[in-house]
Every structure is written in structure tokens, then in C-alpha cells.
């Protein structure tokens, strides 16, 4: 019983947790949550109008001083590996796909697996459920939430945890 109750123990210490919602739903806020201590924050978003300076602003000053952030807009991958030893928040698979689409870059969907499953410290990484709304309009919208769909599916099932968001309140769906 008791090596039962540290593997349970040992498991719980790394999970990977995915949150998923929609835009403006509360997921990286709930996401942030889930920290009590020093963690990185990986951020994708990259600051390319005032809105998006003015956002990364608020969001930097609401999580505090015991966060290290790391700026990687295309190289969550490699972010991932260097963060080894540190609990970690990757915000947001989203605009990892968007920023990699618009380079004309190949999305390393096997690469961040591979990184998820060689971290030993907890893990939450951030998404848009974008499968809900209205088909794009263009190729480009389609493309890109059919990509969203099949990135948020294969982290989902690499994930010990996957909650969704919805006005700010979280829903587990997995387990």
C-alpha cells in the first residue's frame, strides 16, 4: 500500500495538466492558480501592438514576483527542456500555433510530446478551445482550427489532467 501511495505521490508532483476555454474565459487566471511558488512562465504571445503590450503588461503584473519569464513565441519545445528542474506554465499552445503558422514553420506537435513526457516537475500548459464557434470564413481560419483541434487533442491525451474554462469556472474533463 504504501509504494502504491508514492507512486500516487510521485505522479500528482508531475502531472501535466492542459486548460482549455475560450478567449476572455479565465483560463490562464485558473492556470496561475494551480502555482503556490516559484514556477516559469513560458510565454508565446508576442508584443506586436499596444493592445498586445498593454495585455502582456496586465497579465505580467497580475501573476507576481515568483515567476521567471521566458519569452518563446515558436520554440516551446526547447523552452520546455531548458525549464528541466522548475514547475512550469506554458501560456498559450494558441499562439504557439498561430506564431509557427506564420513564420511557415512546421508546428513540432511530436516535439512538445516528447518534452512533456521528459519533464519531472508539474506542467500546465494553456489553450483556446476553438472548435466551438462558427467554420472561418477563409482557408487560412479553417486550417488553423483544424490544427488547433488536432494540437489540443494530442496534448489532451498526453495530459494526467485536462480541465476546460468557462466564465471563469473550471470544468475537469480528464480524469
Not at 495538466?17 to 511558488?37: I, P
Amino acid at each position: 500500500m504504501k509504494g502504491a501511495q508514492n507512486t500516487v505521490t510521485r505522479r500528482r508532483m508531475i502531472a501535466t495538466t492542459l486548460v482549455l476555454g475560450g478567449a476572455a474565459s479565465g483560463k490562464s487566471r485558473y492556470a496561475e492558480s494551480l502555482f503556490d511558488g516559484p514556477a516559469v512562465y513560458i510565454a508565446t504571445a508576442e508584443a506586436s501592438d499596444a493592445e498586445m503590450v498593454a495585455r502582456i503588461a496586465r497579465h505580467r503584473a497580475r501573476r507576481g514576483t515568483c515567476w521567471t519569464t521566458v519569452e518563446a513565441p515558436r520554440c516551446l519545445p526547447e523552452a520546455l527542456k531548458q525549464a528541466c528542474d522548475m514547475p512550469v506554465l506554458a501560456d498559450c499552445l494558441t499562439l504557439w500555433l498561430s506564431n509557427t503558422l506564420a513564420a511557415g514553420e512546421e508546428l513540432q506537435t511530436g516535439a512538445l510530446l516528447e518534452a512533456l513526457a521528459r519533464r519531472r516537475r508539474p506542467t500546465v500548459l494553456v489553450s483556446n478551445e476553438t472548435g466551438m464557434g462558427l467554420v472561418p470564413a477563409t482557408p487560412l481560419g479553417r486550417r488553423f482550427r483544424e490544427a488547433q483541434g488536432r494540437l489540443n487533442q494530442e496534448v489532451a491525451r498526453a495530459a494526467d489532467r485536462v480541465v476546460f474554462v468557462a466564465a471563469g469556472l473550471p470544468l475537469a474533463l480528464k480524469p
